[in-house]
């Protein structure tokens, strides 16, 4: 809420018990998403500032509370321009609920239990901290077909990842469900049918901290 407060919201008294009681671990999906708001890590990709010089049809897949979206608005990005999607309204509810945007957002932002049928409608789909979540691999197999199937000829996937160093055996005692390496993220965008595969390690000091071996993987492929 300070970080959120920053950028010009006020709370009224009282308002952040009365979040403290609304959102919990049991109706919150991934808490950890928490921590992050006010701090959008779209802005700390390799491709942000060359999204503004071109902008186009820009999808995020899997938006949680909506930061990204409002960053890119932020900083310019034509708002009309961009699409969120997720299958969980509760960190979007979250997002509208420390924003007081709900008015601006909602018309944004797609809620369903199941990815439309879209057919190259995006000449960019971004996927801010989604694949780290996903344990189911078919489910995970399905997020990078409906990606590519969602992009124009031409188009980008790019977003970032929790992940382990190629040189890391095992999955890690600690952190989300899918924990990839550099090496497995290649070859599951390259069997997807997505080219052009750019995968860079962002150097954090807080992925230092949860051990050696682990990485926060930037990512683009095009179609």
Known sequence: MQRVGELGICYPEGYYNSLVEKYTHETLPYPYIVKHIGDARIRRHFLYRGLFEKPGDLLDYG??????????IRDGYPAERITGFDVNDASIRLGYDLYFDRHDMENRILVAASFPDISEQFDMVYSGSVVHVIRDEQEFLAYLANAYKALKSGGIFFGSTLGLDDTTAGQGMHGPPRMMRRCELVDSFEKTGFCD???????????????????????????
């Open 197 to 223: 595969i750019r995968i860079i390690s962002e150097d954090l000091p807080e992925i230092g901290r949860r051990g050696a071996g682990f990485r926060l993987w930037q990512f683009c492929a095009g179609k």
């Open 63 to 72: 938006c949680g509370t909506g930061d990204a979206i409002r960053q890119l």
